[in-house]
């Protein structure tokens, strides 16, 4: 079924825009939940609480690409999950290692003033992603957004683990270089 098919079908208030939704991007939701969770009850949880979201925000807001705001959902409902638990109870370690990954490239902190101005580091963040060849924007994003593990990466894309991990060092040293073009200090 067709993104605007089902987004006409939360307009209509209609429960089968559920179901259409579990259809078409239940997998896509699970993936993105378990990448920082890996636990299957919470992960349910999560994606159940997505398509509740989905239902109390649609309508009046209508998506413009549904499978981004799913995804968008049900990474934030997982990650708030995440920080409820421990990462040594339910996280396997792959939620800290990823973001120690972009501590030298992305500021984990913002000052007050900073604080202000983090529109601007999401707009160059953004631009930054713009630029780069597909290829490592699809690969940044998968680790760094959807928190996948390097060794989920390397099947999908055939490289080694070495070349990944190599491709990621080398993007994370460019946006870091980016960004303090930009103006933003890590």
Known sequence: MEDS??????????ESA???TSNKYGRYCYSISHNILHSDEDVEECVNDTYLRAWNAIPPHRPNRLAVYLGKI???LSLNRYKRFTAEK???????????????????????EQETDAKLLVEALNRFLEELPQNKRIIFVQRYWYLMPIRELTGLHGNSESQ??????????????YLEKEGITI
């Open 5 to 14: 098919r089902i987004i006409d079908l939360y307009w209509e208030r209609s």
């Open 164 to 177: 990944i991990k190599s491709l990621l060092f080398r993007v994370r040293k460019e946006l870091k270089t």
């Open 74 to 76: 049900t990474r934030n």
């Open 90 to 112: 339910r996280g396997f370690g792959e939620m800290p290692l990823v973001l120690s990954e972009l501590n030298d490239s992305i500021p984990t902190s913002l000052n007050s």
């Open 18 to 20: 559920i179901a259409a």
